[in-house]
């Protein structure tokens, strides 16, 4: 791969994972906007594990090299529900079993945040779901 994949290429495997993609900037950092099934108070765990396993498995496939993916969640277009992010690092280590899927949610868990919650309660973390069994 050159690691200048196009965006076409990124967008068709988040879809085909249940991913509403709104917009996505295939740089570095990739930035992915989508819109939730689950408009709802807190951004739905298991629709982050998708995407993220979407990502996982093209890096596996040599078909994506990881960057740091900033996802923002949306209810409707404009209107931000929540924002988390993974380091490229992160991908590289579950992929070569150095840390397990159950590392990897909660680091991403961790840098999560809710658009109508304060700055002190996101920084404590949230635990719960997993990219493994996709909650």
């Known amino acids: ?13 988040l ?4 991913v509403s993609v709104e917009s996505i900037d ?15 108070r807190e951004v739905h765990h298991g629709e982050i594990g998708r995407a993220l396993n979407a990502l996982i498995d093209r890096a596996e496939a040599d078909a994506w090299d990881p960057v740091r993916v900033e996802g923002t969640v949306v209810r409707s277009p404009g209107d931000v529900l929540g924002t988390w992010h993974a380091e490229p690092e992160w991908f590289e280590q579950l ?6 899927e159950t590392e990897f949610s909660t680091r ?9 919650e304060p700055v002190e309660a996101a920084e404590s973390g949230e635990e719960g779901a997993g990219v493994e069994d996709g909650t």
Do not use: C, K, Q
Not at 1 to 13: L, N, Q
Not at 15 to 18: A, F, L
Not at 29 to 35: D, N, Q
Not at 95 to 100: A, D, G, P, V
């Open 1 to 13: 791969m050159t690691g200048d994949e196009p965006t076409t290429e990124v967008e068709p495997a």
């Open 15 to 18: 879809r085909s994972y249940g």
């Open 26 to 40: 295939d740089g570095d950092p990739m930035e992915l906007t989508y819109m939730t099934a689950f408009p709802g």
């Open 95 to 100: 992929i070569r079993y150095e840390i397990s």
């Open 108 to 116: 991403v868990l961790e840098t999560l945040s809710h658009a109508d």
